[in-house]
């Protein structure tokens, strides 16, 4: 069975720094593009960014590019989502999740994790 | 970027009954175009990827159609437990979702 165990959600300051992982386990990690997408309270889907089964090729959002770092340690079988200079905006809960066919890309989302809650507040 | 529309924003209906959703796109995202579902509380399920593929497990009630521009979810006899949130997601360019579609009990 497929599990996607995110952690690392807190409650941090605006400007502050936070980091994601998750625990993947189930299949075969390092052939598969993994993805983070958030969801404000309330609100819908976003996508904010994607990474290679190798690490090798990145993408991002660019409401998150620049700011946010996307890695992956196929060793552990670990997800990431290194966050800096967090804005109240960037409030969401935060899903690992995982390509359902392509070890480059992003194509449909086939596995989720359950989620972990970032707030951003003074 | 891909601008995806989906309509209607609320679909209010009875179980047995016929639900159709659309999704718009911008531009063209051939058959790049997934659908999933997302009850209160949950994570998202995926429901049809490739425009028209079902999921492993998803039940035959669920059907997806279109290429292009123009797509449609259908669930032929809505069960109790399809009342959710609908999403659509493309990957032609970059990866964006839909605002989705909420079918709530009439």
């Known amino acids: 069975e497929v599990q996607l165990v995110e952690s690392g959600g807190d409650l941090v300051q605006p400007g502050g720094s936070l980091r994601l992982s998750c625990a993947a386990s189930?299949?075969?990690?390092?052939?598969?593009?993994m993805s983070w997408v958030r969801q404000a309270p309330g609100k819908g889907l976003e996508w904010v960014a994607a990474?290679?089964?190798?690490?090798?090729?990145?993408s991002y959002a660019d409401s998150v590019k620049g700011r946010f770092t996307i890695s992956r340690d196929n060793s552990k079988n670990t997800l990431f989502l290194e966050m800096n200079s967090l804005r109240a905006e960037d409030t969401a809960v935060y899903y690992c999740?995982?390509?359902?066919?392509?070890?480059?890309?992003?194509?449909?989302?086939?596995?989720w994790g359950q989620g972990t809650l970032v707030t951003v507040s003074s | 970027e891909i601008v995806l529309t989906q309509s209607p924003a609320t679909l209010s209906l009875s179980p047995g009954e016929r639900a159709t959703l659309s999704c718009r796109a911008s531009?063209?995202?051939?058959?790049?175009l997934a659908w999933y579902q997302q009850k209160p509380g949950q994570a998202p399920r995926l429901l049809i990827y490739?425009?028209?593929n079902r999921a492993t497990g998803i039940p035959a009630r669920f059907s997806g159609s279109g290429s292009g521009t123009d797509f449609t979810l259908t669930i032929s006899s809505l069960e109790p437990e399809d009342f959710a949130v609908y999403y659509c997601?493309?990957?032609?360019?970059?990866?964006?979702f839909g605002p989705g579609t909420k079918v709530d009990v009439k």
């Open positions: 999740a995982k390509d359902g066919r392509s070890a480059v890309a992003i194509y449909f989302l086939d596995q």
């Open positions: 189930g299949f075969i990690f390092s052939t598969f593009a």
């Open positions: 990474i290679s089964n190798r690490g090798t090729i990145i």
């Open positions: 531009q063209t995202v051939d058959s790049f």
């Open positions: 490739g425009a028209s």
């Open positions: 997601q493309q990957r032609a360019n970059g990866v964006t």
